[in-house]
Nanobody, 124 residues
């Protein structure tokens, strides 16, 4: 099994920055994609960003391109999401995901493992 533990959420004002982190443990395998989805109240869960094992392939939702940056540290099996210029519409629970593969798909059905989520709230 795989365990994913998120950290770094919180309450910030519009325009501020936050950095989310997610540590993976367990049977991740030697080649796996990590990423983030989010779910706002009353809305469906949506893709945010994902990154391949080597970091050479990243995918982003159009709504976060240019503001969010995903990165990973394979030494400690951790993925980060740097979120800048936050907007109230970024308010959501952010979920870390993992897939034993090398392509960072944007479809939620592609991901086998999910974290418990961390709340991000952006006030106007």
């Amino acid at each position: 099994q795989v365990q994913l533990v998120e950290s770094g959420g919180g309450l910030v004002q519009a325009g501020a920055s936050l950095r989310l982190s997610c540590a993976a443990s367990g049977r991740t395998g030697s080649n796996y994609v990590m990423g983030w989805f989010r779910q706002a109240p009353g809305k469906e869960r949506e893709f945010v960003a994902a990154i391949s094992m080597s970091g050479d392939i990243t995918t982003y939702a159009d709504s976060v391109k240019g503001r969010f940056t995903i990165s990973r540290d394979n030494v400690v099996n951790t993925v980060h999401l740097q979120m800048n210029s936050l907007k109230p519409e970024d308010t959501a629970v952010y979920y870390c995901v993992l897939r034993r593969d090398n392509y960072p798909y944007t479809d939620r059905l592609a991901y086998d493992y999910w974290g418990q989520g961390t709340q991000v709230t952006v006030s106007s």
